[in-house]
């Protein structure tokens, strides 16, 4: 999870960013998440879809299931001042968005036998 002051102040979310040209999905993620977070990751399934509009415009980010890669050191920017790696259970307590919390609630409720 990322910490950014860009739309609230301390807003907490999921690592996320746009497609550069010829990137996939998975891609993006990867890069995205190295860059927010200053680590590697790998993908270990998918996390789902959230579609949400920024004013009149339509939307949508593609999560991924991640763990991280051990090394990497994080580096505050002007998007993202803190983050953290946490287990899912921890993240629904700080995520800011509902729509994360719930999508990660139906992760976790697949996990669970």
């Not at 999905?25 to 680590?39: I, M, N, P």
């Not at 949400?52 to 050191?73: C, D, H, L, S």
Request: one cysteine or more.
């Amino acid at each position: 999870m990322v910490v950014r002051n860009r739309h609230a102040r301390d807003e907490c979310s999921l690592p996320k960013g746009k497609l550069e040209p010829g990137e996939d999905w998975e891609q993006a993620a990867l890069r995205e998440v190295l860059e927010e977070t200053g680590s590697a990751a790998g993908i270990v399934g998918f996390g789902g879809a959230l579609p949400y509009y920024v004013g009149t415009r339509p939307k949508i980010v593609v999560f991924f299931e991640m763990v991280a890669v051990p090394g990497g050191a994080f580096t505050p920017s002007r998007e993202v001042v803190d983050m953290a790696w946490l287990a899912p259970e921890a993240a629904l307590a700080r995520l800011s968005y509902e729509s994360e919390r719930d999508m990660l609630r139906a992760l976790l409720k697949g996990r669970r036998p």
